[in-house]
């Protein structure tokens, strides 16, 4: 398996020196707040106590307001979708700039040491295994994701430095930071620097974050295209890597392979290595031509074999070689440490390994058991999620589905044989007519179905896989908004389901094609519009209860990663 990287010329990049480790600015703000104080007349020793509490108070206190609050002050904010452009004075480019110095942000961002990635697929992925691989050298760790699916608090990932963990921010750090940018914002932007849109606040806050938590990396996983995206306001990260691309937001990036690939370049800088995996071949020649444009040049890598992944799927050891590229960099220019060299096949070293391995990132190749049915009922109730929602990743999610069933299906028909338990095969699901393969489907109106359905149900028809059912559902949250303000209605009889009526009409359309040709001997036609999403598994548990025998129902969540976000909200319910 190979990787393309650009390296520099010449000399490698030139970085500045993280050396000093800085107070968060709001602790600079608590020290002249409270030399006005007048504090007990008290011992050194518990004074710098007092102030220090007193200072930490400040960040992680509620005087903001609450969680809840925060969370409706977020969606408060203006959503844009499409390009930064100068028709409004809020969308200029430049303007990210100006809220660097609102926040005082400027020295801390030339400090922070950056690995950035952009890409149509995996690029959340890649920077889950890449975060993983650091971390496991004991580095201190930030990720920003997006989009988040139960709690906005997921895009903010920090280490736990004592048992090496990874975890979403704490509510009540997240509250501390949000207030302090917020109200900041609001106390100094004007007509000419207004509050800023929905995702440019939340990468201004991640850089709080990780600039307060003193990460020692910090990860970032653009948002949308590259060249004029919020994270794009880091002026010389470390190290740049481009996942696979294909054909999306299109109505913004461009129609053509080279046109994305155009806007996912721009997250290049001068003299800094960047890495991308495979790409067609106008995709490949758009980056080659960037890279030479900023004085770097593209070699080819040797990257991983087949070790164990945290991520399920083919598809992600592409993700993961290019993560090692990116990780292996990043420990050569700052961590210093001596790495194998990836010009050529060798043995990972062991911390590479175990980060690839533990490597978590929901809504990706995720496998979940409904418990509530398991602890009812004889039969089975497994959701595969996967928030594929382009052409290219229908194919690759079918691929995975596939194989997890029958990889699935065959280990419970192992482990059966090995018990000795004189129940027949057909009571323990090992029977392909015990195993039901479900599909739950959304997408947002702005993909095309007639590329996503046939792409999904032809990669599965191919390796032996057939849905005996297509349940499709309207989302039960809206993309830009979060907390109470996130959440419609679970059971609305008003509810417009025209665009899920013509999911349907596109996934029937297949089904009789189908028919006609005799491929299938399955009803696998058979489809349903449901009002909501808890309607849907209200009949798929049904379902499993009222099954003669031990049924094992395999459901498909994909199309968005809202949606997935929707189920996994559920079952935390």
């Not at 053509?256 to 495979?278: H, N, R, S």
């Not at 444009?293 to 992600?316: S, T």
Request: net charge negative; charged share 20%; with cysteine.
């Amino acid at each position: 398996m190979f990787a393309v990287s650009f390296v520099p010329r010449t000399t490698s990049c030139r970085l500045i020196s993280a050396t000093s480790l800085f107070l968060p600015a709001v602790l600079h703000d608590a020290s002249t707040t409270t030399s006005t104080c007048s504090f007990p007349r008290i011992s050194e020793g518990f004074r710098f106590l007092y102030i220090s509490l007193f200072a930490l108070c400040l960040v992680t206190g509620h005087n903001g307001g609450s969680y809840e609050e925060a969370l409706a002050a977020l969606s408060s904010l203006r959503m844009k979708r499409n390009h930064a452009d100068n028709s409004e004075k809020g969308d200029r480019f430049e303007i990210l700039f100006d809220y660097l110095k609102v926040f005082s942000y400027i020295l801390h961002m030339l400090n922070m040491k950056v690995i950035h990635v952009a890409g149509t697929k995996g690029k959340g992925s890649t920077c889950a295994f890449t975060e993983s691989i650091l971390r496991n050298y004991g580095f201190r760790t930030g990720l920003l994701t997006s989009p988040h699916l139960i709690s906005v608090r997921e895009r903010f990932r920090l280490d736990r430095q004592v048992s090496l963990t990874f975890v979403d921010i704490s509510e009540d750090k997240f509250l501390g930071y949000f207030w302090w940018c917020y109200n900041r914002l609001k106390e100094r932007t004007n007509e000419e620097i207004p509050m800023p849109t929905y995702f440019r606040f939340l990468t201004s806050l991640a850089f709080k974050i990780f600039a307060a938590e003193k990460v020692d990396v910090a990860i970032l996983e653009v948002g949308l295209g590259g060249r004029l995206d919020s994270t794009n306001s880091v002026r010389k990260p470390v190290v740049c890597g481009v996942s696979p691309l294909g054909y999306d937001h299109m109505e913004i990036l461009g129609d053509t392979l080279g046109k994305i690939a155009g806007e996912k370049a721009g997250i290049f800088k001068l003299g800094v290595p960047a890495f991308t995996v495979p790409q067609p071949d106008e995709a490949m020649r758009l980056l080659e031509e960037k890279a030479s444009q900023l004085n770097v040049r593209p070699i080819f890598n040797y990257l991983i074999g087949e070790n164990k992944l945290g991520l399920d799927g083919e598809h992600q050891y592409l993700n993961a070689g290019l993560a090692v590229s990116l990780a292996s960099t990043w420990l050569q220019q700052v961590g210093k440490l001596e790495v194998p060299s990836l010009t050529q096949k060798c043995i990972l070293p062991e911390k590479f390994i175990k980060g690839l391995a533990t490597a978590s990132l929901q809504g990706r190749g995720q496998v979940v058991s409904d418990q509530f049915i398991e602890s009812q009922t004889s039969g089975d109730l497994v959701f595969y999620l996967d928030g594929a929602h382009t052409p290219e990743s229908m194919e690759v999610c079918a691929k995975w589905f596939s194989s997890a069933v029958k990889r699935d299906n065959q280990s419970e028909s192992s482990e059966h044989l090995l018990s000795g338990s004189s129940e027949s095969s057909h009571d323990q699901f090992s029977g392909e007519e015990n195993c039901h393969q479900i599909l739950l489907f959304n997408c947002m109106s702005v993909r095309d179905p007639t590329m996503l359905l046939p792409h999904l149900r032809n990669t599965c028809s191919n390796y032996g896989v057939h849905f005996k059912k297509a349940l499709f559902v309207p989302n039960m949250s809206v993309y830009h908004k979060v907390g109470t303000a996130a959440n419609l209605p679970e059971d609305d009889p008003q509810v417009d389901l025209s665009w899920q009526l013509t999911l349907q009409k596109v996934w029937e359309s297949l089904a009789q094609s189908e028919i006609g040709r005799e491929e299938d001997g399955e009803s696998s036609g058979n489809s349903e519009v449901y009002t909501s999403l808890p309607m849907a598994i209200k009949w798929l548990r049904d379902s499993v209860h009222e099954s003669s025998s031990a049924t094992r129902f395999q459901v498909l969540v994909t199309g968005s990663l809202h949606l997935v976000g929707d189920v996994l909200r559920l079952f935390r319910k």
